[in-house]
């Protein structure tokens, strides 16, 4: 029986790990400190299926240089508050310095079905140029 879910799990890993943009490596916490992370909306996509939370979000850059990598983290709850689920998630693209950028449609990791409500955090940012967008 596990040899038959194995191609499975490895099918969901790969989607968290390339298309959701999972990351170990840490960020400049003195620019992270200028920056301010909005999520504007957001909702589930999926069909009962494959549960992801889609999501526009809007960064506040407030250094004097451009950032990218920006990390968050999100948690899912219940319709009670119950938390459910909890990842990362890498925003790809660059934000000019002073400046707001908007990400729409970022699909930001898989959850489970009774998902209802989303909180994200701010985690982290690099400098610089890089990234994509």
Known sequence: MYKRLLPLFL???????FACGCT????DMALT?????????WHIAGLW???CPVCWL???NYNNVPIHDVTLSYVTYDFDGKPLDKGTFVIDGTVPPSNIKNFI??????VSLESDKLSVKL???KGGEGGGH
């Open 105 to 110: 449609e970022q699909y930001i990791g898989l």
């Open 123 to 125: 985690e982290s940012v």
């Open 33 to 41: 400190q200028n920056v301010r992370l909005e999520m504007v909306d």
């Open 11 to 17: 099918a969901l890993f790969s989607i968290c790990a």
């Open 58 to 60: 809007r960064v506040y």
């Open 24 to 27: 170990t490596e840490g960020g």
């Open 49 to 51: 299926v494959i549960n």
